[in-house]
């Protein structure tokens, strides 16, 4: 048997500077990722095959276009029983189906003893397949297959994902932006030597979806406010294209309590407390 943790995605920032002809949006993202996710497991089978369990499994039907039987075809669908266990949130802006397709494509390589999948077959699978892949901070753009390691580690932090619990289908939300030719990130990022540095810097960048996506769901405002409004927290914004905001914490019991917090006002919230890694 072989596993692999999928961890969230987050957008810390998400710039949307243009758009390719073929409608795909040009980005650019500063992506770290949050220690919570999802568990991919395979072992040797005659047949490829999709179990789904876990808290959220209730809300992800097993279907033939689940990106983690996607991904196994990919590499080649050879045979695996493959288990998901799913713990984030569908269609809620941290990626939880990029990270399962990418932790598929490493156990399924790893059982099959095949090399993992061109780049531009990796991308097919979509946008933030990439970056899951690459598992570490980076500065995203393109469409999502630009990744640019950070110059410098990043900072020591906490993050405190809510998701109000509606799911928003990304497609609607780049239709709905107001302008699609927005200012990039500065050319060069600076390093962070604390989290609190980090805020700062982040406090004059943007998620350009968050208008589209609070139009569409007025709710990511709510809980957006949620997340600000707790002791410590020092930024809080939508990650991806919603409805999950993080809020930015330096202190693990400060992100802790916000957390608790918020899910005892909103018991029909996702909360979660997480590390910042990358
Ligand atoms: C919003 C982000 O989560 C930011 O990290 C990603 O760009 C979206 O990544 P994803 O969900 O893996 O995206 P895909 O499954 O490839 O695309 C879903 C839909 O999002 C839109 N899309 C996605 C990525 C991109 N750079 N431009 C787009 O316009 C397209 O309408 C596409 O049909
Ligand atoms: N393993 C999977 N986990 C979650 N969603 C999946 C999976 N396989 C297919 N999907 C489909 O993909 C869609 C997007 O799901 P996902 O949870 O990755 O969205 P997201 O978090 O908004 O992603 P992103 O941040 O990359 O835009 C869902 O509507 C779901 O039906």
């Given at each position: 048997m072989t596993e692999a943790f999928a961890r969230a995605k987050i957008n810390l920032t998400l710039h949307v500077t243009g758009q390719r002809p073929d409608g795909y949006h040009l980005l650019d993202s500063l992506v770290v990722f949050a220690d919570v996710g999802d568990r991919v497991r395979a072992e040797p089978a005659e047949a490829l095959s999709l179990a789904i369990t876990g808290p959220q499994a209730a809300n992800l039907p097993v279907a033939d276009d689940n990106l983690v039987l996607r991904a196994a075809r990919t590499l080649g669908g050879q045979g695996a029983r493959l288990t998901l266990e799913k713990h984030l949130p569908v269609a809620s802006g941290i990626g939880g189906g990029s990270a399962d397709a990418a932790a598929a494509l490493v156990v399924l390589a790893r059982l099959w003893q095949v090399p993992l999948p061109d780049p531009a077959a990796v991308l097919k699978l979509g946008a933030d397949v990439p970056v899951c892949l690459e598992g570490r901070a980076v500065r995203m753009a393109g469409v999502g297959e630009i990744l640019t390691p950070l110059a410098a580690p990043l900072p020591d932090g906490w993050l405190v994902l809510a998701n109000p619990g509606v799911s928003v289908p990304t497609p609607p939300v780049f239709k709905a932006l107001a302008r699609r030719d927005n200012p990039p990130m500065p050319d060069d990022l600076p390093g962070w030597p604390s989290v609190e540095a980090m805020a700062a810097f982040l406090?004059?960048?943007?998620?350009?979806l968050e208008p589209p996506a609070i139009a569409l769901a007025p709710e990511i405002a709510r809980t957006r406010a949620a997340l600000a409004a707790q002791p410590g927290c020092l930024l809080a914004r939508m990650s991806g294209s919603g409805a999950t905001c993080f809020g930015l914490f330096a202190a693990e019991e400060a992100a802790r309590a916000a957390a608790g917090a918020i899910g005892a006002e909103q018991p029909g919230w996702w909360v979660a407390p997480a590390r910042m890694v990358g």
């Open positions: 406090a004059a960048q943007r998620n350009d």
